[in-house]
């Protein structure tokens, strides 16, 4: 049974037995040797923004660059080395103060050293055990070498018998199910991104810019204590609306037209993602209301599927068939499983995929795109966190997108008035969840339904809300967080 989202709690906070009890995991699914996670680097252009890798986030809870994590298995036993930059007041005064070995060490509990030793150390350890699990950018034998693929061609050219396997996937096999503290995190990323949804159809009227709307949702994403967006924010209005993943955001908007907003907020590096279609003018056309009602049904379908313990493929399933059912009635495709030639010798492709590009969905966590389940057998399991996201893309150039052969001729003249129709009109209605429990849960509840945006978007906005008491309890309640710590 889907349920409504809940109250935030008011303490979140990943707690140092949370990193210790994920790094036992890991050691746990590998054999004796040695384990080296990479952190992320100090960005050298422009002195960019820093952000830390997931996967060395999820296992340290340290965001300071020029890390790395070393764990030694032998027997059953384990035990753990954190490497990291010392303190040097003179860069500080650049880019921060840092914690140093000895803050390190404090913080983690773990032994620490200089990052300079590194090398000599993993010397030592791999003298005895070649054996060698890497958590990092890197993917032998690679054509365009990250750091951290040099840093390891290094390591062997002073050890040839290393044998150095990636165990990234058995990270991501952890981070699937999220505990308690990260669900608490999740919401709140959720609900500051509600928040800038509701803010942003308050504000749009005919004439104003997309970046005007990008600013305003990347505004009250900080001023509610988001770190920063989890990824590029997208505004995209009228023929901008059909572009998956449009980010200029700089296209004035035009009365009846549609904006599509695909946003997400990011708390304590953990990362939201919901998308709303609305109308400029604050009113759905009757073309525009058939496109969205489509997505919405299929939306609504993929929900109803979406029960506690049932596989994921049944979301996928429903979900499809109510977008297919729309489709072929709405007149942009011939029937359910109608195919069009797409290639050469005859090659064919379904014809819903002309409008609908993408899947339905995928998991949030610390990544936007955040491992959630990897076969359709995989069931819905308390902690998983998780968006559904049907979508239906009519871009006016669709007709010059088809091949031009005998059948497919015959499909354009067939679909051409409902493509005249729809043309330039793409919607996507995005939502995030939470399996709890006993329930799958929808959290992100901004107003979707076509009579709830058009009342919004009758409450004209003059400036930005005031933040309510919950947020500001929440933040002070939360920050300071641990300096070089989630």
Known sequence: MLVLGTALPLRA???QSDYQARRATLAASVGDGVI?????????EDYMSFYQRPRFAYLTGFIEPDAALVMVKRGGQVSEMMFVLPRDPAKEVWTGTRRGVDGVRRLTGMSTREMRSLPATL????ASNPALHVVGDYSPPAQLAS???LFMRALKGRFPAIVAKSVNSNVDVQRRVKNAAELALLRKSIAVTVLAQREA????????????????????????????????????????STTLHYNADDRFMNDGEVVLMDIGASYRGYAADVTRTVPVNG????????????????????????????PGQNMIDASLASLKSSLTRLGLIESPDATYE?????????????????GLGHGIGLEVHDPWYDSAADRLTPGHAFTIEPGIYVRGNT????????????LKDKIRAAVTRYANIGVRIEDDYIVTANDVEWVSRAPREISEIEALMRDKSNGPAARDAATVEWYRATTPREPGGL
């Open 147 to 149: 750091r951290d693929d």
């Open 342 to 358: 797409c290639g050469e010798s005859g090659t064919t492709c379904p014809q819903y995929r002309l409008f609908n590009m993408h």
């Open 201 to 240: 159809m308050r504000a749009i009227r005919p004439g104003m810019n997309e970046f005007e709307i990008q600013s305003l949702i990347e505004y009250t994403f900080r001023r509610n204590g988001s770190d920063r967006p989890s990824f590029a924010t997208i505004v995209g209005s009228g023929p901008n």
């Open 283 to 310: 009113v759905f056309s009757p073309a525009q209301r058939e496109i969205y009602q489509a997505v919405r049904d299929a939306q609504s379908a993929a929900e109803r599927a979406a029960t506690f313990g049932a």
């Open 399 to 410: 007709l010059d997108i088809i091949s031009d052969t005998p059948r497919n001729r015959a």
């Open 13 to 15: 906070q990943l707690s």
């Open 36 to 44: 080296l996670a990479f952190g992320a680097g100090e960005p050298e």
């Open 123 to 126: 010397d030592t350890l791999l």
